[in-house]
Nanobody
Framework: QVTLVESGGGLVQAGGSLRLSCVASGRSFSVFTMGWFRQAPGKEREFVAAITYNGGSTLYADSVKGRFTISRDNAKNTVDLQMNSLNPEDTAVYYC???????????????????WGQGTQVTVSS
């Protein structure tokens, strides 16, 4: 069984920064690509960023490219999302997720991920 727990959300003014963290249970963290997704009220869950199992490759949604950075520490079983230059459109619940198949590339489709955290709220005020 895999458990993902996010933290680091909160309220921030436009232009500010937040760093989200996700810690995973289990021994196989280092062989799975991890992703961050977000869901705003009334909207579908959307892809934000993903990072390969070894940190060698990343993928970002166009809306966050250049502002967000995903990273991981396999020794600590954590995957982080550094968010800079936040704007009100970034307001959402942010989820981390584990790719369904081991040793696979980052993908933006949420159906390719099988384990999800409970989410952390990010609110950006104007």
């Amino acid at each position: 069984q895999v458990t993902l727990v996010e933290s680091g959300g909160g309220l921030v003014q436009a232009g500010g920064s937040l760093r989200l963290s996700c810690v995973a249970s289990g021994r196989s963290f280092s062989v799975f690509t991890m992703g961050w997704f977000r869901q705003a009220p009334g909207k579908e869950r959307e892809f934000v960023a993903a990072i390969t199992y070894n940190g060698g490759s990343t993928l970002y949604a166009d809306s966050v490219k250049g502002r967000f950075t995903i990273s991981r520490d396999n020794a600590k079983n954590t995957v982080d999302l550094q968010m800079n230059s936040l704007n009100p459109e970034d307001t959402a619940v942010y989820y981390c997720a584990r790719r369904r198949s081991a040793l696979s590339p980052p993908q933006p489709n949420p159906h390719d991920y099988d384990y999800w955290g409970q989410g952390t709220q990010v609110t950006v005020s104007s």
